[in-house]
């Protein structure tokens, strides 16, 4: 499966952002969806995933009550909705897609994931 992420910008503290990873050559039910990010300087770290099927979702502890995971079947497209964005989310986000169900201990490695997007920025600043 090919994904291709797209929807970052600039942003003020406290405001929203929906990026998007639209995939092709697979079907996003058929596929555990995740979206980590990566700050400069540090390493890439879990964000959100869920499973296509079954509608299983995990968050990051730092992102949890504020972002959501979703998809669109009819598009093939996951999204993730981001709200009262702080400086500290900026980063380069990535979709990554993993063929089947991964277990719950799992869905937070990286490793886990065999296909990903390109990245897009988000940067949050007043």
């Known amino acids: 499966v090919q994904l291709q992420a797209s929807g970052g910008g600039v942003v003020q503290p406290g405001g929203s952002l929906t990026l998007s990873c639209a995939a092709s050559?697979?079907?996003?039910?058929?596929?555990?969806m995740g979206w980590f990010r990566q700050a400069p300087g540090k390493e890439r770290e879990f964000v959100a995933a869920f499973y296509g099927v079954g509608g299983s979702t995990y968050y990051a502890n730092s992102v949890k009550g504020r972002f959501t995971i979703f998809k669109d079947n009819a598009k093939n497209t996951t999204y993730l909705r981001m709200t009262s964005l702080k400086p500290a989310d900026t980063a380069v986000y990535y979709c990554?897609?993993?063929?089947?169900?991964?277990?719950?201990?799992?869905?937070?490695?990286?490793?886990?994931?065999?296909?990903w997007g390109q990245g897009t920025q988000v940067t949050v600043s007043s």
């Open positions: 050559g697979g079907t996003i039910s058929g596929y555990t």
């Open positions: 990554a897609a993993q063929r089947g169900r991964l277990i719950a201990s799992r869905v937070a490695d990286l490793r886990a994931y065999d296909y």
